[in-house]
């Protein structure tokens, strides 16, 4: 039987320029908020799904889902991830899989092939950019490997997601026009209309 892996959608932030959740936001041509459609789409490759951060927004929307907030608390996105970590190994997970909840176009293939790519590098990343900066919110992390680096780095004040790269073998993902596509997020109103 495979091991458990995770899908690990984090919640963001106050949605400031946005003006409301970003995860409440239609997918195009859908009836389905990101939100519900990343649950759907990562169940459908064999993820087991969970809202990571502060997550009231959408207290009405995947009842079923499992909420995991920041640990330790107030110390942003790379906390999130340190909690969702940590969840993965109790419960006998090896790999989770970082999505943000303004990410309306990353699908279920994309999904199930990270998931079933063979690495051995503790995290799988992909860049928008040859040289840019890793996008930590479209990445694969080896849990067992990564945890105990990611706990040293957030006693020793790291906050930053490029600095905990540094840390460790990354494996770019391979660039390709769904890639692309998956990478477009969300932002601001205007983000809307591409």
Do not use: N
């Amino acid at each position: 039987m495979p091991e458990t892996a995770f899908l690990a959608i984090f919640t963001g932030g106050a949605s400031r320029r946005m003006g409301r959740p970003k995860g409440r936001l239609l997918v195009p041509g859908s009836s389905q908020t990101i939100i519900e459609a990343l649950v759907a789409r990562g169940r459908s490759a064999g993820f087991e799904p969970l809202l990571v951060g502060e997550a009231s927004a959408y207290s009405d929307l995947v009842t079923e889902v499992e909420r995991v907030p920041d640990d330790p608390a107030g110390a942003g996105p790379i906390a999130g991830l340190h909690a969702v970590l940590q969840q993965a190994l109790r419960r006998g997970g090896s790999q989770v899989l970082s999505v943000a909840c303004d990410m309306p176009y990353v699908g279920s293939e994309l999904m199930a092939s990270l998931r079933a790519h063979a690495s051995p590098a503790p995290v799988l990343a992909a860049r928008r950019e040859a040289e840019g900066p890793w996008e930590p919110m479209l990445a694969r992390y080896a849990a067992a490997q990564v945890l105990p680096e990611l706990s040293q780095a957030i006693d020793e004040g790291c906050r930053s997601f490029q600095q905990l790269f540094r840390r460790f073998e990354v494996e770019q993902l391979a660039w390709t026009r769904g890639l692309e596509r998956a990478l477009h997020d969300w932002d601001s109103p205007q983000d809307l209309q591409s």
